[in-house]
């Protein structure tokens, strides 16, 4: 076992007959993009990233000068830098919880963000550093999941990202001509297009037929201060799979919602579920003398404050007063009450997905080594044999819609 331990194994327990050892669990879930009925009316599909690239740096806080700040365990900060890949900075602990800011640059004693970091961070604070997820990060950069491909953008379905540094939307297509994912009006490859986490993203659809998507990561449930503006906004939400209203998003104090007497005087927020493709709400916080609380509007007294969200929901606030920070919580402890499961509703012919994990490398020969899913990272059940191929364990996702975790385990017979 000491052997798998140092092959970055997480020790988790054993028995008198055996010991086990288990790599950190990955998210993965598949779900439908409908397509188009009619040519003239396409359909709009909202996103979230809930699972993430793997990070990059976890550690402590040494110094915080300006927008550089400076870690004690890294030595060499350049070690970091990787030039095809944008990467930010997120807080654990401490006050500024949540907050997120991308970094700009690389040097041997510290690194550099876009932001003034005094506010939010603190000597011994802890925070982590993950890339921006890519393009083809998400839908693979041959367009693994066959989304309408064209000459031009209006001739095939798009994926539209919001771009927070020229406050536009930007929209990619896969061209049908060139093979690859490009931009409108550039020609260009763009499969390294970044996805500013935490914005969320949405596929229109312009042609026909439903597809299925696989999405899956690290498995993001850390806190996130979004970055709310004026107007319509769209969130990718930390995963929290005891998902309410009440338990994910402030509705007082710091870094609160706007609350109001009523609907129009109040953020508004609606949750599009990626299993069902509902809506859910719009909600806002009511805040009048001796009565508080969520509510749905056009619902008096409504329960929304307890009923249980889809915990890979994507966020949609619009906000009609000032620019500020909204704080949603995110958590892996499961629900006091088992959530009921979304009926898979496999489409007649789907083309099978697989779910890949990476594979620990030099196992020793006499390890036993299988995959495990659940679907609360409480419970564990076989799923398949972990065969590596390319250094990845590639394995059948049942068909429909699902969300999982999967981790790989080995143990000593």
Not at 164 to 192: H, L
Request: net charge neutral.
């Amino acid at each position: 076992m000491a052997a798998c331990l140092a092959l970055g194994l997480f020790a988790s327990g054993g028995a008198s007959a055996a010991e086990f050892a288990f790599t950190s669990p990955r998210g993965i879930y598949t779900l439908k993009v409908p397509g188009t009925t009619q040519a003239n009316e396409p359909v709009r599909t909202y996103l979230g990233i809930q699972l993430l690239p793997d990070p990059r740096f976890i550690g402590q806080v040494a110094n915080v000068s300006g927008n550089a700040v400076s870690f004690p365990s890294l030595g060499d900060h350049s070690v970091l830098a990787t030039p095809v890949r944008k990467y930010y900075l997120q807080v654990l602990t401490g006050n500024g919880r949540g907050f997120v800011v991308d970094i700009d640059q690389y040097r041997t004693t510290d690194i550099v963000c876009s932001e003034n970091l005094t506010s939010w961070l603190q000597p011994g604070d802890k925070v982590k550093i993950r890339p921006h997820p890519q393009l083809l990060d998400i839908l693979g950069a041959t367009n693994r999941f066959g989304l309408g491909a064209g000459t031009n953008a209006d001739a095939a379905d798009n994926v539209v990202v919001w771009d927070p540094d020229t406050q536009q939307e930007r929209v990619y297509y896969f061209n049908s001509t060139r093979s690859r994912w490009e931009e409108n009006n550039i020609v260009a490859d763009a499969s390294g297009a970044v996805f500013r986490f935490p914005y969320g993203f949405y596929i229109v659809r312009r042609t026909p037929g439903t597809l299925r998507i696989a999405l899956s990561g690290d498995i993001g449930a850390d806190a996130i201060l979004l970055p709310v503006r004026s107007a319509a906004n769209v969130f990718s939400l930390p995963i929290n799979l005891s998902a309410t209203l009440n338990g994910m998003v402030r509705a007082s104090g710091d870094f609160s919602v706007i609350s109001g007497p009523n609907a129009k005087r109040s953020d508004l927020l609606t949750f599009e579920e990626p299993t069902t493709g509902l809506q859910r709400g719009p909600f806002y916080h009511l805040s009048r003398p001796n009565v508080s609380g969520w509510r749905e509007v056009g619902k008096n007294g409504s329960s929304a404050s307890i009923e249980p969200l889809d915990f890979l929901s994507t966020l949609i606030l619009r906000r009609e007063g000032d620019p500020g920070r909204v704080f949603v919580e995110g958590s892996q402890a499961p629900p006091a009450v088992p959530r009921p499961q979304l009926p898979p509703d496999p489409e007649p012919g789907e083309q099978p997905l697989t779910g890949e994990l990476p594979y620990p490398r030099n196992l020793p020969s006499d390890l036993s080594v299988m995959i495990e899913t659940s679907t609360d990272l409480q419970t564990w059940e076989y799923c398949a044999d972990a065969l590596p191929e390319n250094g990845k364990a590639i394995f059948a996702l049942p068909p429909g819609q699902r969300r999982a975790f999967f981790r790989i385990k080995v143990w000593i017979d």
